[in-house]
């Protein structure tokens, strides 16, 4: 790892440089606190979602500006076929990160969590996100009825839920897989 960090150092193009030579008695820091020695599981667990957090929100709007084909401003009179169609990418990009809790605030996603609410929010914000998507395959037929029953106010026993998450979780791999050619980041917490 350390001959790794070392030549990422050394790469000029990257802008990446610290000071090898005393890496070691470096203190890790999270949240103001310090972690000297062997940082905590739950500190660690906390990193790696935070990590998944940002990425699961950068790629999907990565996905979103290749798979979402922003309407043109001559329909900005009219109503939009979808909450979340937009005529600009900027307006876009703010109508997918407010479909999703916790996105624009920095806050949990809700994906997995026990906040079963939040988690049925969460998983049919991104259903709405992808529906507007055009350059993308369509949910199966048989999952749609799934996705479409997170919508109500009340919230679905957690065995719909989790039925209705492995479908929009399973049509968003599958729409990010295909055009970018790897699995997206899916963060989850259980």
């Not at 900005?76 to 900027?90: T, V, Y």
């Not at 939040?118 to 996705?147: D, E, F, N």
């Not at 998450?165 to 791999?173: C, G, K, L, P």
Request: proline residues 5%; hydrophobic residues 40%; negative net charge.
């Amino acid at each position: 790892m350390a001959k790794e960090l070392r030549k990422v150092n050394e790469d000029q193009t990257s802008g990446f440089n610290i000071d090898l030579s005393n890496i070691g008695s470096v203190v890790a820091t999270w949240n103001g606190q310090k972690m000297p020695g062997r940082i905590p599981d739950n500190v660690a667990h906390d990193v790696f979602y935070e990590i998944f957090r940002v990425s699961f929100t950068q790629e999907l709007l990565m996905a979103d500006q290749y798979l979402y084909e922003v309407k043109p401003d001559e329909h900005e009179d009219k109503e939009l076929a979808n909450e979340l169609d937009a005529s600009s990418r900027e307006e876009r990009n703010l109508k997918v990160m407010g479909a999703i809790p916790g996105m624009l605030d920095g806050g949990d996603l809700g994906f997995g969590l026990s906040n079963d609410s939040l988690c049925q929010r969460s998983l049919y914000g991104l259903h709405c996100v992808m529906k507007g998507w055009s350059w993308s395959a369509s949910m199966a037929i048989t999952s749609l009825p799934l996705a479409d029953r997170l919508e109500g106010p009340t919230v679905l026993p957690l065995d719909e839920i989790d039925e209705a998450e492995y479908h929009i979780a399973f049509h968003y791999i599958c729409s990010f897989a295909d055009f970018f050619k790897r699995a997206p980041v899916l963060p989850h917490r259980r």
